[in-house]
C-alpha cells in the first residue's frame, strides 16, 4: 500500500522509554520513507522548556520582550515560535492542523493520544513493554526475542519492515484524539 500522491495527511507515533532509540530509529526510517515518494513530517514533543533559538539572538530578544509569536525566515527554511505564557499546551490535533501538506507525519511524544503507535522496546532500559497497557500500539520493534507478544515484533535494524508498518498502519490527521480518560 503506498500513500505516494495522497490528499490527507496521515500519522503514527512512535511510543518508548527515554534511551530506547526512537529519534535514532526516526532518522533511519524518513530516508527510507522519501525514497518511496513520501513527503514526511515529523512532530516531537519535548518536556518542560526547550528553546529553537539562543539567548542574546534577535528572535530570543523579541519573546523576551513578551512578542507571543516569533517568525525566523531565511532562504532555506523559516520557523514560528509560539510562546504560550500560561496557554495549555495545545492538542496534537491543532499542531498537525499547522502542518504544511505532508503525506506521512511521525509523531515521537503524545503519549496520551488515541493514534497507532510502533513501539521501540529495549531490554536493557530495564522497563516493562508500554504494550499491551496502550492499545493503540500496533508493532513492536526490538532487539531482543518477545514471544509472548501478540502483535507484529519487527527487528531494530529491519528498516524497511519498520517503514511498512508505519505506511500501512498510519491513520487520518482527523481520526487522532485524546485518549479517553478513565
Not at 490527507?8 to 507515533?13: A, H, L, N, P, T
Not at 509523531?107 to 493514534?115: L, Q, S
Not at 531482543?144 to 519487527?154: E, F, G
Request: proline share 7%; charged share 25%; aromatic share 4%.
Amino acid at each position: 500500500m503506498t500513500m505516494k500522491h495522497s490528499t490527507s495527511m496521515r500519522v503514527i507515533g512512535l511510543a518508548g522509554w527515554s534511551g530506547s532509540g526512537k529519534t535514532t530509529l526516526i532518522t533511519k526510517v524518513i530516508p527510507v520513507l522519501l525514497g518511496r515518494g513520501l513527503k514526511v513530517a515529523t512532530v516531537k514533543h519535548a518536556h518542560h522548556e526547550f528553546d529553537i533559538d539562543r539567548p542574546g539572538k534577535d528572535s530570543w530578544l523579541h519573546r523576551e520582550a513578551g512578542a507571543s509569536e516569533v517568525a525566523v525566515v531565511s532562504s532555506r527554511r523559516w520557523a514560528v515560535i509560539h510562546e504560550l505564557r500560561g496557554e495549555a499546551e495545545p492538542p496534537l490535533a491543532e499542531i498537525l492542523a499547522k502542518l504544511g501538506p505532508a503525506d506521512l507525519v511521525i509523531v515521537e511524544g503524545f503519549k496520551r493520544y488515541a493514534h497507532p503507535k510502533l513501539e521501540i522496546y529495549r531490554a536493557a532500559i530495564g522497563k516493562p513493554l508500554l504494550y499491551p497497557e496502550d492499545d493503540c500500539i500496533v508493532a513492536i520493534a526490538t532487539d531482543s526475542p518477545l514471544p509472548q507478544a501478540q502483535l507484529p515484533v519487527l527487528r531494530l535494524d529491519d528498516i524497511e519492515g519498520i517503514a511498512n508498518v508505519l505506511e500501512a498502519e498510519a491513520r487520518p490527521r482527523e481520526q487522532i484524539r485524546p485518549a479517553t480518560q478513565a
